[in-house]
């Protein structure tokens, strides 16, 4: 099958910057709207692919994939489940919030060179300072501590969280970023929560699990562990209003919407992929945009 692509045809006076979408099941995604939606704004000459092997031949390997899209000519990638970790070996510089995380979602192609990013990292930190800026960051609960935890936990400790207790289904998985988190910002700034009641002890709520999510509703925790003294983020920004969200706004609690996350992560992306800053409204009407 041919690779689905948004393109523009503007002035040909500028070069054409190509990039994609690595991911599986990856039709209903937003980022390739909002990058055109900005392109457009600003005249520059851009076309945006998804590439998807479940609807799509690519080479069976991560690493031939992405020779693959650089013999072609691709700009860069954004890189989606379940390639984010899969695709580490293969680029040749790690930026430091890649690094830390142990994740990419971002992939520059320059002069000969693979450059790794994660713009979940500055994504969620530039939505938690422009949204929530008189927010209490003693002590914090994140709830989901997957790839997308791991970039979220970074971010919160890096914006001054005093403690962040970690919390998942599978305390495994709390146990090892909360091993990550310790060795880089010390043993007294993370903590396991076993028990989600915590939340009751907390200043802040991050939700980074997908529950919330259209294909998965429902809350994250019980709606009476939260209390109004609290702020709540969310990361899910499909549907913008989550259920937690939706039950923290009604008990007067400060909230923060995945919306911010996921337009930031790719105003972040596309400053990389283009060297210019995106136009953000574009960028906002296409993600808030109903279907």
Known sequence: MAIATHKD???????????????????????????????????????????????????????????????????????????????????DDLSKAARAVGAINTIVFRDGRRYGHNTDYWGFGTSLRLGLPDAVLTRVILLGAGGAGGAVAQALLDAGVGTLLVHD??????????AILQARFGAARAAVAEDVAMAREVDGIVNASPVGMTKLPGCPLPKTLLSARQWVADIVYFPPE?????????LGCAVLPGTGMALYQAVRAFELFSGRAPDLDEMKAVLLASD
């Open 169 to 178: 289904p599978e305390v495994a998985k709390a146990q090892e970023l909360v």
């Open 9 to 91: 045809p503007l002035d040909e006076g500028l070069r054409k910057i190509r990039v994609g979408l690595l991911g599986k099941g990856i039709a209903a995604s937003r980022t390739p709207g909002m990058h055109m939606a900005s392109a457009r704004a600003l005249g520059v000459p851009y076309q945006y692919d998804f590439l998807d092997p479940l609807e799509m031949t690519l080479p069976d390997k991560v690493d031939q994939i992405l020779d693959q899209v650089e013999a072609q000519g691709y700009d860069g990638l954004n890189v989606t489940y379940p390639f984010k970790q899969a695709v580490i070996p293969h680029v």
């Open 242 to 250: 989550t259920e937690l969200l939706a039950a923290a706004r009604a």
